[in-house]
């Protein structure tokens, strides 16, 4: 034996394989403990800007720490400036909700570290993205043809589908790319006033440029006005433009209001342009039969995104990108020579369906989820949540001295606080700013806010697992103890 320099692993610490038992035990104990109680918490934590910073040593320790010393750092330094998206009372942005089963499977992700680039680099990876993706397809009730990818995030996917959607204009820009060329009118891109900016993002990114993304006016109940969108279009390109796709949203950002999917792929169809469906919070709504109908016409897109990871009990990071036809991402995204591309038949190689080469295992913890809670328990949640939004709607519509200023479609609720003897917009700012400040305050609630037709307004968003009508209950007697304390 000897001597043998393979005998020792680079690891510059010794007995890792024990230490890591222990620590995993604690952190298994930690990560139950939090999870039965996060409310334990404030939810937004009392900090200002540089608090945490100024606790963190500015340089990188040279020597190696023990394990046990930065547990106690992160529960130290790192957990007083969480804020707690698990907490109860997070109802701000988009309330999202994990899960354990989502824990477990994030930590064997880790463990197994795997990169999905190609078929070969993990067939079990590569094969279960196929075979979840497909189950998500039947949850939301999509024809066979969709096929799926996992991204990182809804505005990965969108920026994946819009360049794709600029490969079927067929004008070589992935050869050539857009810039100086006298043979190739500006690109067009269009959405409504109410589309997330990860839209004009991807405009800007793809070289479409932000002034190209047109956006659409939308009604009083915040949906896109289609025939503006047709007629925009051929005005574009009478004016020499070259439009080619359409981004729908079904469940907008501000309001979740669903724009009029049907009549955009009409226009799509006849305009032979891509339609794009933005499903990333509204998509879990979809898979409830009684709210499919708010969704009629997405079976007609071309490619659509939804976000488990925001009302699905999947952890971030993950976004479905769904796909009509997938030749065509590879069209955009593959650099395999033509004569390598593989047939429909053969192995996925999952880096040719868009811009990152090393992809997560993230098929893992969907299959986790959907397994442990069934599609019937995630509906029950989702159910749940649109159930206890109606309710809140209804006793703010019961209160005359607030007004709600959007449909209550899904899980979040627009309102604001409105004597009635005060119209003047700014007073009103003030006064719902001076209440958002009291519901925060509080360490209970975290609420965020948006400004719709220039009012500026307070939402309600509900997407955690643990919020329940106690919450909003609570939530509700609060806002009403507060605006007595405000003065008009
Ligand atoms: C949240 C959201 C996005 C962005 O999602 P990310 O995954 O954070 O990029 C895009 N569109 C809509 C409608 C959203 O609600």
Same mark, same amino acid.
């Given at each position: 034996?000897?001597?043998?320099?393979?005998?020792?692993?680079?690891?510059?610490?010794?007995?890792?394989?024990?230490?890591?038992?222990?620590?995993?035990?604690?952190?298994?104990?930690?990560?139950?403990?939090?999870?039965?109680?996060?409310?334990?918490?404030?939810?937004?934590?009392?900090?200002?800007?540089?608090?945490?910073?100024?606790?963190?040593?500015?340089?990188?320790?040279?020597?190696?720490?023990?394990?046990?010393?930065?547990?106690?750092?992160?529960?130290?330094?790192?957990?007083?400036?969480?804020?707690?998206?698990?907490?109860?009372?997070?109802?701000?942005?988009?309330?999202?909700?994990?899960?354990?089963?989502?824990?477990?499977?994030?930590?064997?992700?880790?463990?197994?570290?795997?990169?999905?680039?190609?078929?070969?680099?993990?067939?079990?990876?590569?094969?279960?993205?196929?075979?979840?993706?497909?189950?998500?397809?039947?949850?939301?009730? !999509? &024809?066979?043809?969709?096929? /799926?990818?996992?991204?990182? #995030? %809804?505005?990965? =996917?969108?920026?994946?589908?819009? $360049?794709? @959607?600029?490969?079927?204009?067929?004008?070589?820009?992935?050869?050539?790319?857009?810039?100086?060329?006298?043979?190739?009118?500006?690109?067009?891109?269009?959405?409504?006033?109410?589309?997330?900016?990860?839209?004009?993002?991807?405009?800007?990114?793809?070289?479409?440029?932000?002034?190209?993304?047109?956006?659409?006016?939308?009604?009083?109940?915040?949906?896109?006005?289609?025939?503006?969108?047709?007629?925009?279009?051929?005005?574009?390109?009478?004016?020499?433009? !070259? &439009?080619?796709?359409?981004? /729908?949203?079904?469940?907008? #950002? %501000?309001?979740? =209001?669903?724009?009029?999917?049907? $009549?955009? @792929?009409?226009?799509?169809?006849?305009?032979?342009?891509?339609?794009?469906?933005?499903?990333?919070?509204?998509?879990?709504?979809?898979?409830?039969?009684?709210?499919?109908?708010?969704?009629?016409?997405?079976?007609?897109?071309?490619?659509?995104?939804?976000?488990?990871?925001?009302?699905?009990?999947?952890?971030?990071?993950?976004?479905?990108?769904?796909?009509?036809?997938?030749?065509?991402?590879?069209?955009?995204?593959?650099?395999?020579?033509?004569?390598?591309?593989?047939?429909?038949?053969?192995?996925?190689?999952?880096?040719?369906?868009?811009?990152?080469?090393?992809?997560?295992?993230? $098929?893992?913890?969907?299959?986790?989820?959907?397994?442990?809670?069934?599609?019937?328990?995630?509906?029950?949640?989702?159910?749940?949540?649109?159930?206890?939004?109606?309710?809140?709607?209804?006793?703010?519509?019961?209160?005359?001295?607030?007004?709600?200023?959007?449909?209550?479609?899904?899980?979040?609720?627009?309102?604001?606080?409105?004597?009635?003897?005060?119209?003047?917009?700014?007073?009103?700012?003030?006064?719902?700013?001076?209440?958002?400040?009291?519901?925060?305050?509080?360490?209970?609630?975290?609420?965020?806010?948006?400004?719709?037709?220039?009012?500026?307004?307070?939402?309600?968003?509900?997407?955690?697992?643990?919020?329940?009508?106690?919450?909003?209950?609570?939530?509700?007697?609060?806002?009403?103890?507060?605006?007595?304390?405000?003065?008009?």
């Amino acid at each position: 034996m000897g001597n043998n320099i393979f005998s020792t692993p680079a690891i510059p610490v010794e007995n890792e394989a024990k230490e890591f038992e222990e620590a995993m035990d604690s952190i298994s104990k930690w990560i139950s403990e939090y999870w039965q109680h996060p409310e334990q918490f404030r939810v937004f934590p009392l900090v200002h800007p540089g608090d945490i910073k100024k606790q963190l040593p500015s340089v990188p320790p040279q020597s190696a720490e023990d394990i046990s010393m930065i547990l106690e750092d992160f529960n130290r330094v790192i957990v007083p400036g969480i804020t707690h998206w698990n907490h109860p009372g997070f109802m701000a942005y988009f309330g999202t909700t994990g899960s354990l089963p989502g824990v477990l499977a994030e930590t064997l992700i880790a463990a197994l570290n795997v990169n999905s680039m190609l078929w070969r680099t993990s067939p079990s990876a590569t094969e279960l993205e196929e075979v979840v993706l497909d189950w998500i397809r039947q949850m939301l009730s !999509l &024809p066979k043809d969709f096929r /799926g990818v996992i991204t990182d #995030t %809804a505005s990965v =996917s969108t920026l994946v589908a819009l $360049a794709a @959607a600029r490969e079927t204009l067929q004008r070589n820009i992935r050869e050539l790319g857009l810039a100086g060329r006298s043979d190739l009118s500006p690109l067009r891109l269009y959405c409504s006033d109410q589309a997330h900016s990860s839209i004009e993002k991807a405009g800007i990114v793809l070289g479409i440029g932000q002034n190209n993304v047109v956006k659409i006016s939308s009604n009083d109940q915040f949906q896109m006005n289609a025939d503006e969108c047709a007629q925009a279009i051929q005005e574009d390109k009478q004016k020499g433009y !070259l &439009p080619f796709a359409v981004v /729908g949203t079904a469940g907008t #950002t %501000a309001t979740t =209001s669903v724009d009029p999917i049907s $009549a955009l @792929a009409d226009i799509c169809s006849r305009e032979n342009l891509w339609l794009h469906v933005d499903a990333a919070y509204g998509g879990a709504a979809a898979l409830l039969p009684e709210k499919r109908e708010l969704f009629k016409g997405i079976e007609r897109a071309d490619s659509i995104v939804f976000n488990p990871h925001k009302w699905m009990f999947t952890q971030s990071d993950c976004s479905v990108l769904l796909v009509q036809h997938p030749d065509v991402l590879k069209q955009a995204f593959s650099l395999v020579p033509a004569y390598l591309r593989t047939d429909d038949g053969e192995a996925t190689n999952f880096m040719d369906w868009g811009v990152q080469l090393g992809r997560r295992f993230r $098929a893992l913890k969907l299959w986790f989820i959907i397994r442990r809670y069934g599609v019937e328990g995630i509906r029950k949640m989702i159910r749940e949540h649109c159930r206890l939004a109606q309710l809140f709607s209804s006793w703010v519509d019961s209160d005359e001295r607030f007004e709600r200023i959007a449909p209550t479609l899904f899980s979040v609720v627009c309102f604001r606080y409105h004597p009635k003897n005060i119209q003047d917009e700014k007073i009103l700012e003030r006064l719902n700013t001076e209440l958002l400040q009291a519901i925060n305050g509080s360490g209970e609630f975290f609420l965020s806010t948006t400004v719709l037709n220039g009012k500026f307004i307070l939402r309600v968003a509900i997407g955690n697992a643990r919020t329940s009508e106690y919450h909003i209950r609570r939530l509700w007697e609060f806002i009403q103890k507060s605006v007595g304390n405000i003065k008009l």
